[in-house]
């Protein structure tokens, strides 16, 4: 059974920095790319970024880019967001995700872990 | 990158069909075939229901179909039912340089 299991969200500071993992299991992680995506409170769907399956080709939104970095180790079948300089509109629960097709289609979801941008 | 644009609601009764149109340009929606549906519950994960404009994951019922024409998507809903009541959300990729994907504005779904 494929499992995505987000940790690492809390309360964190506005300017400050927090580093998200997604542990997965029940499928060959190495050969899928991975995504993060972000649900602000009460708000739709955004797409936060992904990596390919070497981690060699990693993209961003354009709300992201310069701020948050994403990487994986395939040893530990796990990802990682690494989120700096924090702001409120941050605030979401982020969603790891499987993309099954190489086309940006995410057929497995993690149950999403809250960050929370506050002072 | 804008979101895409999706009606902020749409409903029907049990049975009918209903259908959600995402409109984008033509570096995206329409350009590509990378457009992929999502079913979200409250408090719950997405939910895979279309890939690839009109392909059906394993386990997702054949109620849910997807097309495109021109720049814009659309999933339809047969037989609606009660269960179907859920936020829908369209997303496609971007060519742009880097490439990039969006996702829609969301819709939600009312069973009457």
């Known amino acids: 059974e494929v499992q995505l299991v987000e940790s690492g969200g809390g309360l964190v500071q506005p300017g400050g920095s927090l580093r998200l993992s997604c542990a997965a299991s029940?499928?060959?992680?190495?050969?899928?790319?991975m995504n993060w995506v972000r649900q602000a409170p009460g708000k739709g769907l955004e797409w936060v970024g992904n990596i390919n399956q070497d981690g060699s080709r990693k993209y961003y939104g354009d709300s992201v880019k310069g701020r948050f970095t994403i990487s994986r180790d395939n040893a530990k079948n796990s990802q990682y967001l690494q989120m700096s300089s924090l702001r409120a509109e941050d605030t979401a629960v982020y969603y790891c995700a499987r993309d099954g097709f190489a086309s940006g289609s995410l057929d497995y979801w993690g149950l999403g872990t809250l960050v929370t941008v506050s002072s | 990158q804008s979101a895409l644009t999706q009606p902020a609601s749409v409903s029907g009764s049990p049975g009918q069909s209903i259908t959600i149109s995402c409109t984008g340009t033509s570096s995206d929606v329409g350009g590509y075939n990378s457009v992929s549906w999502y079913q979200q519950h409250p408090g719950k994960a997405p939910k895979l229901m279309i890939y690839d404009v009109s392909n059906r994951p394993s386990g997702v019922s054949n109620r849910f179909s997807g097309s495109k024409s021109g720049n814009t998507a659309s999933l339809t809903i047969s037989g609606l039912q009660a269960e179907d009541e859920a936020d829908y959300y369209c997303n496609s990729y971007i060519n742009t340089s880097p490439p990039a994907y969006v996702f829609g504005s969301g819709t939600k779904v009312t069973v009457l």
């Open positions: 029940g499928f060959t992680f190495s050969n899928f790319w």
